[in-house]
Structure formats: structure tokens, C-alpha cells
């Protein structure tokens, strides 16, 4: 079975950064779709930047110029990094992924354990 093991959430004021990973578990299966979402409490789940299989890259506009999503050449790890942090941004983190096996070519759709991001004002 293959997972998503985010890593990199934590505490940190406004202003500052913080970089998100998001690391398949099994090395036979790459990273060919990604997406973060953010959940805050009381909230609905909110998707905050998507990365296609060519690399296109889209942001919501609460984001815009201040986060950036990627994913090493290998893709094995997707990332969301993340500057100019404000208090609203304080949510549960999750990264959705499409998993490619690289030589069974079956296409997963896993989602990671999310990961808690605190903005103090």
C-alpha cells in the first residue's frame, strides 16, 4: 500500500515561512498530479495550489504571490512553499496526489495525514 507522508508544518509569526513536503512512500510510484488544500477550523476544505503532469501550475487568490507548489525531477516529493505567512492562513495542510506505478502505470488517489500550520499575529 502507498501513502503520503507530509512533513514541515509547525509554528511561525506573520511574515515569516514555512515550506510543506509531501513524499510517496513506496519509490515504484511517482508523483504525476499534485494539490494542496487547507482546512481551518469550522471552515470547508479549501484546494490552495495544484500542479499538473506537465507542470502547470494554479493558485487560489488568497495565495497568489506568496505561495509556490512543485515537485522534485524525480517525482518522488511534492512541495508548498510558503512566505509572507498572515494568521488567516492558520489551517490543517493536506497534499492530494495522483501516484503513477512506473512500470504498472496504475494511477492512485491518495491524500496525506495533513500537517498543522499556526501564523501567530
Known amino acids: 500500500q502507498v501513502q503520503l507522508v507530509e512533513s514541515g508544518g509547525g509554528l511561525v509569526q506573520t511574515g515569516g515561512s514555512l515550506r510543506l513536503s509531501c513524499a510517496a512512500s513506496?519509490?515504484?510510484?511517482?508523483?504525476?498530479?499534485m494539490a494542496w488544500y487547507r482546512q481551518a477550523p469550522g471552515l470547508q476544505r479549501e484546494v490552495v495550489a495544484k500542479i499538473t503532469s506537465s507542470g502547470l501550475v494554479n493558485y487560489a487568490d488568497s495565495v497568489k504571490g506568496r505561495f509556490t507548489i512543485s515537485r522534485d525531477n524525480a517525482g518522488n516529493t511534492g512541495y508548498l512553499q510558503m512566505n509572507a505567512l498572515k494568521p488567516e492562513d492558520t489551517a490543517v495542510y493536506y497534499c492530494?496526489?495522483?501516484?503513477?506505478?512506473?512500470?504498472?502505470?496504475?494511477?492512485?488517489?491518495?491524500w496525506g495525514q495533513g500537517t498543522q500550520v499556526t501564523v501567530s499575529s
Open positions: 492530494n496526489a495522483g501516484l503513477l506505478g512506473r512500470s504498472t502505470r496504475e494511477l492512485l488517489d491518495i
Open positions: 513506496r519509490s515504484d510510484f511517482s508523483i504525476a498530479t
